[in-house]
């Protein structure tokens, strides 16, 4: 009498391709590269940061408020003119994270172009 059949056996090594197929997808990477950080001002769209540098956040009297810098993988505020410096104690933040300036109205989006969206509405 046989324990097991070519089915089971098949149906076994099928289920365990799977298994570790799914786990070398998953821990390939690439969920939290950043490549785009975003800074609004007043809710409108300031600067598009793609590339590593730092860049400075003027208002419209052309005053500097906040210097952001950008290194490829987290973005953080230097030398904000805001009273209490929020955004500067913020520190480094990756992929999916804010940093809000609230008296300069500055929001700092940092993520990537491939995430997906869990839910959209209209």
Known sequence: MKMFRKADILFLLVLI??????????FRGGSDQVDIVQVRVAGELYKTIR???TYEIRGKDGKVH????FDGK?????NSDCPLKICEKTGKVGGGGKIICVPNKIV??????REKQDIQTW
């Open 17 to 26: 391709t799977l298994t570790f197929g799914g786990l070398l997808y998953s």
């Open 51 to 53: 590339t590593p540098g």
């Open 66 to 69: 906040s210097i952001v810098h």
């Open 74 to 78: 987290v973005a953080w505020v230097t």
């Open 108 to 113: 700092i989006e940092v993520g990537n172009t």
